[in-house]
């Protein structure tokens, strides 16, 4: 049975950080690449951030850089999302999102990031 469940969601001050996590289980977690995607309310999805399997390649929207980071223990099926210098912008659902080359796709349910004074 597939799982993807996301955790470490939260309300945090604008200028704070969190941590997500994706705990992934019942597929080869090693051989996905993953990523992070978030919407607000009423809003399409907006790809944040993505990570090869290897860990080694990774890439950022624009308006994340330099303040999240993303990364993953293949060891432990569980990709994370560092996030600091949190801005009131950066609230969303925040979901992890995995892929692989024959199309095969899994979704999480979503962590709320509520930054707010």
């Known amino acids: 049975q597939v799982q993807v469940v996301e955790s470490g969601g939260g309300l945090v001050q604008p200028g704070g950080s969190l941590r997500l996590s994706c705990a992934a289980s019942g597929f080869a977690f090693s051989r996905y690449w993953m990523v992070w995607v978030r919407q607000a309310p009423g809003k399409g999805l907006e790809w944040v951030s993505s990570?090869?399997?290897?860990?080694?390649?990774?890439h950022y929207i624009d308006s994340v850089k330099g303040r999240f980071t993303i990364s993953r223990d293949n060891a432990k099926n569980t990709l994370y999302l560092e996030m600091n210098s949190l801005k009131p912008e950066d609230t969303d659902e925040y979901y992890c999102n995995a892929k692989n080359l024959a199309g095969w796709e899994y979704w999480g349910q979503g962590t709320q990031v509520t930054v707010s004074s």
């Open positions: 990570i090869w399997s290897s860990g080694l390649t990774t």
